[in-house]
């Protein structure tokens, strides 16, 4: 990554595509939901440790995938040059 904006770019990426996968995680529905309520709302949603652990994740993701461009095993811009 040539500069912080690719990088800044890429880990925001990665943190929402991280995110979509860890809001599953650990969900319980309620027994008997309030009238008004949805069936399927979560009971504690603990979203801001969803959202610590997503920007952890994404990291460790985001880190490989520096160290994977910046190794030139991959080269993302000769990928992208060979797509034109």
Do not use: H, Q
């Not at 994740?57 to 985001?62: C, G, I, M």
């Amino acid at each position: 990554m040539d500069n912080w904006v690719t990088g800044a770019f890429v880990y925001v990426v990665v943190w929402w595509v991280v995110l979509f996968a860890v809001l599953p995680w650990g969900v319980r529905t309620p027994e008997s939901p309030e009238p008004g309520m949805a069936s399927s709302a979560p009971v504690e949603p603990r979203i801001l440790r969803k959202f610590m652990i997503t920007s952890l994740v994404a990291l460790l993701v985001w880190l490989v995938i520096f160290g994977i461009e910046r190794s030139g095993i991959i080269s993302f811009r000769d990928m992208a040059r060979d797509m034109f």
